[in-house]
C-alpha cells in the first residue's frame, strides 16, 4: 500500500476500541476501513490518504443526510447514533480550512481565469475542486463561488 498513515492510524483506533471495549467506535471504525478495502477493489488501485479523505467524507456526508431524515421522522436516537459515528469518522480528517481562507482562494482562482458569470462556474470549480478536496466542504466552497460570482 502506499502512503496511508491514516489507515494505519485507524486500524490502531480499532484494535484500542475493542480493547475498551467501545462497539460503537469499533464497528464504525471497521466499516470505514471495508469501504477503503472496497475501492481498492473495485478501482483496482492502492489506497492513498488522498484517497481515504475522499471516502470519510462520503460517509459523513451520508450519516448527515441520514441524521437529517431521523430528525424528520422524529427518530432521535437514530438520528443521534448517526451523529455519534460522525464524530468518530471525522477526527481522521484534515483540519478544515476557515471560511475566509475558502473565499480568498475562490476570489484568486477567479481573477486567474477571468471569471465574470455564472457561466464560469463549472471552469472555476474544477480548478478548486482539485485544489480545495479534502481541504474544504465542497459545498460550502460552490456556495461562495455562487456569491462571487453573482456580484
Known amino acids: 500500500m502506499a502512503d496511508n498513515l491514516i489507515l494505519a492510524e485507524i486500524q490502531e483506533a480499532v484494535k484500542t476500541a475493542m480493547r475498551e471495549r467501545n462497539k460503537e ?14 475501492e481498492e477493489i473495485d478501482k483496482k488501485i492502492e489506497i492513498t490518504d488522498f484517497l481515504i479523505v475522499t471516502i470519510l467524507h462520503k460517509m ?35 483540519e478544515q480550512m476557515k471560511e475566509s481562507d475558502i473565499v480568498a482562494n475562490i476570489a484568486q482562482e477567479i481573477a486567474l481565469l477571468g471569471a465574470s458569470s455564472m457561466q464560469d462556474m463549472g471552469k472555476v470549480m474544477g480548478v478548486l475542486k482539485s485544489k480545495l478536496q479534502g481541504k474544504a466542504d465542497m459545498s460550502v466552497v460552490s456556495k461562495k463561488v455562487k456569491e462571487l460570482l453573482n456580484t
Do not use: C, G, W
Not at 66 to 74: H, L
Open 25 to 38: 467506535a469499533s464497528t464504525t471504525l471497521r466499516m470505514a476501513i471495508s469501504e477503503f478495502k472496497k
Open 60 to 94: 459523513i456526508k451520508q450519516r448527515k443526510d441520514a441524521a437529517s431524515q431521523f430528525t424528520d421522522a422524529n427518530r432521535q436516537e437514530l438520528a443521534d447514533k448517526e451523529i455519534r459515528e460522525i464524530d468518530i469518522l471525522s477526527v481522521y480528517l484534515p
